[in-house]
């Protein structure tokens, strides 16, 4: 009977998904076993089973986080500006709109325009970002 002794910190890494998905199309080889490529890689085989599950139903995928789009502004000269400013009637300033009414309108390359309220949470917000990709 072996006595094993582990000195130091336990580590518990942490892995990402592209990590996991190169692992998964190890085991997904020809000839690959599962056990051996989570010896190889130093992880339990049930994790790697259940990264393969994870895959396989879609919640591990290599999807980009979402992330801000161009936007293009058109340009004024300076002396459009200044022309309109001196010759403008004084702006009336109106009380901004209550929170649940508030949006932003995003127009797509193809034309589409996106009115977002700003009630809407970030999760469903990346999701639509994400289905529009």
């Not at 998964?24 to 990264?51: K, P, Q």
């Amino acid at each position: 009977m072996g006595l094993e002794i582990i000195s130091g910190v336990e580590r518990r890494r942490r892995w990402s998904d592209a990590d996991k998905l190169r692992i998964v199309a190890e085991a997904d080889e020809a000839g690959a076993t599962v056990a051996e490529v989570a010896r190889r890689h130093e992880i339990s085989r049930s994790i790697l089973w259940a990264w393969r599950k994870q895959a396989r139903a879609g919640r591990l995928t290599m999807s980009d986080p979402p992330g801000f789009l161009p936007v293009v502004v058109d340009a004024v000269s300076a002396m459009d500006t200044a022309a309109s400013v001196a010759s403008a009637p004084p702006l009336q300033v109106d009380a901004p709109p209550p929170p649940d009414q508030r949006a932003i309108t995003i127009t797509l390359v193809n034309g589409t325009r996106l009115e977002i309220s700003a009630a809407l949470s970030l999760p469903a917000l990346s999701c639509i970002i994400g289905a529009l990709r």
